[in-house]
């Protein structure tokens, strides 16, 4: 029977501190203009429908010392002409997926079990525990991978640390610049992928995962940049230590990679 190590990032959109004055609200004025003169560039057609939906969903903005400062949709967050003004958005066999071809951002990339946003609603803004964020895990697990929330509650979900990165993706359109949020559930489970999210997955060992992934970038099909940083700095000391995790939990740090 496998047991599956499901790691997971839930995100926080991320925006350098701003004063409520005048000056902010004429700043603002500007990046909408720019915002259309950018969005218009961008073949709408050639994306799937489900996914450009997904996008007016409102992410948490935060400072880069995940801070609340705001929110703001999915697609202004991932332009990648406002990453670059400063927004940044929030047998113990590891369960590997490869990303939707339908994905706006990083299609086809290789990442870990599932990616996402906390949403700036009630009941996943509260920064206790980052229940917050442990709820959006489910709410994503259960799109993504068909998951129960039942199946996983809360208590089962295990925070581990947060580290901020920025990366573009292939098109130069989109991007990414967050906080992230990386998540350990530990457990056999059953899924039933969202084909529109998730086009291929697998169950992995520790040994075989890095060839394998160095095999399909070979072949085209690189992985995120954000799995990319797990691997080199956190996947095998926790995957080393799956009963002794909570020696390795850093709720309060921010890994600035």
């Known amino acids: 029977m496998k047991v599956s190590t499901i790691f997971n990032q839930f995100f926080k959109c991320n925006q350098c501190k701003l004063t409520l004055t005048s000056p902010r609200i004429r700043n603002n004025q500007r990046h909408s203009v720019s915002r259309k003169i950018m969005t218009e560039k961008i073949d709408w057609s050639r994306l799937d429908p489900f996914q450009i939906g997904l996008l007016q969903e409102q992410c948490i903005l935060v400072d880069e010392n995940d801070k609340i400062v705001g929110f703001d949709s999915k697609k202004h967050c991932h332009l990648m002409?406002?990453?670059?003004?400063?927004?940044?958005?929030?047998?113990?066999?590891?369960?590997?997926?490869?990303?939707?071809?339908?994905?706006?951002?990083?299609?086809?990339?290789?990442t870990n079990t599932c990616c996402s946003h906390p949403?700036?609603?009630?009941?996943?803004?509260?920064?206790?525990?980052?229940?917050?964020?442990?709820?959006?895990?489910?709410?994503r697990l259960n799109l993504e991978l068909g998951i129960d929330?039942?199946?996983?509650p809360l208590s089962e979900i295990k925070f581990m640390t947060k580290f901020l990165y920025k990366a573009e993706s292939s098109d130069s359109f989109w991007g990414e610049h967050e906080i992230d949020y990386a998540l350990i559930i530990?457990?056999?489970?059953?899924?039933?992928?969202?084909?529109?999210?998730?086009?291929s997955w697998l169950y992995i060992d520790r040994q075989t995962i890095v060839p394998y992934l160095e095999e399909q970038k070979r072949k085209g099909n690189p992985t995120t940049p954000?799995?990319?940083?797990?691997?080199?700095?956190?996947?095998?000391?926790?995957?080393?230590?799956?009963?002794?995790?909570?020696?390795?939990?850093?709720?309060?740090?921010?890994?600035?990679?």
């Open 81 to 110: 002409e406002n990453i670059e003004k400063g927004l940044l958005h929030r047998a113990n066999e590891f369960l590997l997926t490869q990303r939707s071809k339908q994905k706006i951002t990083f299609p086809n990339y290789f």
């Open 119 to 139: 949403l700036y609603n009630a009941m996943e803004i509260e920064e206790k525990d980052a229940i917050g964020v442990r709820r959006a895990a489910q709410r």
């Open 149 to 152: 929330p039942l199946e996983i």
């Open 186 to 199: 530990h457990k056999d489970i059953h899924i039933d992928p969202d084909p529109k999210e998730i086009q």
């Open 226 to 257: 954000w799995f990319q940083i797990i691997l080199n700095n956190f996947l095998f000391k926790w995957w080393d230590n799956l009963e002794d995790l909570d020696a390795f939990i850093e709720p309060n740090k921010i890994h600035r990679l």
